[in-house]
């Protein structure tokens, strides 16, 4: 799916260079799809015991959690906001949707799910780095305990921790910035 955009961007040169809002909007949903393709793809090559749960931090819209529920059939899918802003038909299943301040309901909720999570989604990046990077390094130890060994971790803001090993070489220049780790065996 990478290839697929990247081929996009070379017949179209100006997603290279963003000129405008909606350039931008185009490459952080690229990129946004092509690490959840390639998260759902190790899970599927790993085959993670059918059991084990999927999180979706930052619900939004719920484009990525349809995404995500398209792809892992029947396994359940938590999604996590302060309140449901989806489209229409977007809604998770009451028992699948935590509302509330995601720091403090997500570590809760990943004290009661230790090891018991193979993929973990974090999309609740702002314009504020400096923010971003405070509230995403308080969301580490709850990562850490929720995932399984091998877990895979898609996030849109780096999540620096010896726990987590990043996966692939990052985004070219010019790509929107995404992250793909695995949780660390030992
Ligand atoms: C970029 S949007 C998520 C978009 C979504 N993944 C999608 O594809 O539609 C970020 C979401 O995270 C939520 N959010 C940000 N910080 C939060 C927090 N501390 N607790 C709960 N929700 C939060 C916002 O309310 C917003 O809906």
Known sequence: MIA???AFAETHPRIATPMSHLDDLIRRFCAQRDMLNTAL?????????????AVELG???????????????GRALYAFDFEVATHPGFEPP?????????????PEFARARQAMACLVHVDIGTRDRVTDARRYAALIPAIEQICVPDAIVV????????GLDAIGPGAAPGEWPYFLYRRRTA
């Open 155 to 162: 996030s849109d803001r780096p999540l620096a921790t010896p």
């Open 4 to 6: 697929l955009c990247s």
């Open 41 to 53: 793809g190790l899970l599927r090559v790993e085959n993670f015991d059918p059991s084990l749960i």
């Open 59 to 73: 619900l939004g819209s719920g484009r990525s959690y349809d995404h995500l529920r398209e792809a892992i059939g």
């Open 94 to 106: 009451g028992e699948y949707l935590v509302l509330g301040d995601i720091l403090e309901r997500f």
